[in-house]
Structure formats: C-alpha cells, structure tokens
C-alpha cells in the first residue's frame, strides 16, 4: 500500500515562492508516474505537472510552464513542486498522486492515478 504524505504548503505573498514535498512509502518496484494536482474551492481538480520515476520525464499544464518545476530525489522516494512567480490564483489544496500502472505518457486525469496525498494548503496573498 502506497502511502503519500506532502509537506511545504503555507501562505505566501504574490510573486513569492514555495516548495512542495511528496514523500512516498510503501512502494514496488516497478514503472510509475508522480504527479502534482490542485484544487481551488469551486473549482475542478488540476493537473498541474508530473514526472515519470524511471526516465524523468516531465509533464507541465500550460497554466503553469516556466513558474513551476517538478523534481524527484530517487533516494528518498520524494518528489517536490518548486512554485515560483507565485499569484493569488494558484491558492489551492495541492496534491501529490501516483499512477502505478502507467502508459508511455504522463496522463493529466486524476482518474489516472490510484493513490493520493492527503493535500497541503497554499495560499497567495496580493
């Protein structure tokens, strides 16, 4: 069972930055994708960017390319969201998933990936 935990979230003024942390445990060997969500009140699930463990091959939704950043420490099984030129509308819950049985490409539907951060709170103050 694969559990994920992430971290880094918190209040922020626009035009700062923060790095979110998704630690994993509890995992296979095996092929899987890592991926980052959001989910502002009101609003529909996000994808935001993803990383294939193996190849490091990345992912990136168009409303963040070039300010965010996904990464992997394949030592400690950590993936993170480095979160630059932050604005008021990125605050969100943001979450960390992972797709356990993947195809070629990162998939950017949630119903993709069979597990799930509990979600760290950003917010962006202007």
């Known amino acids: 069972q694969v559990q994920l935990v992430e971290s880094g979230g918190g209040l922020v003024q626009a035009g700062g930055s923060l790095r979110l942390s998704c630690q994993a445990s509890?995992?296979?060997?095996?092929?899987?994708?890592m991926a980052w969500f959001r989910q502002a009140p009101g609003k529909e699930r996000e994808f935001l960017a993803g990383?294939?463990?193996?190849?490091?091959?990345?992912d990136y939704a168009e409303s963040v390319k070039g300010r965010f950043t996904i990464a992997r420490d394949n030592t400690k099984t950590t993936v993170y969201l480095q979160m630059n030129s932050l604005e008021p509308e990125d605050t969100a819950v943001y979450y960390c998933?992972?797709?356990?049985?993947?195809?070629?490409?990162?998939?950017?539907?949630?119903?993709?990936?069979?597990?799930w951060g509990q979600g760290t709170q950003v917010t962006v103050s202007s």
């Open positions: 998933a992972e797709d356990i049985d993947p195809g070629y490409f990162v998939s950017r539907n949630g119903s993709a990936y069979e597990y």
């Open positions: 509890g995992r296979t060997l095996g092929r899987y994708i």
């Open positions: 990383i294939a463990w193996g190849t490091g091959r990345t």
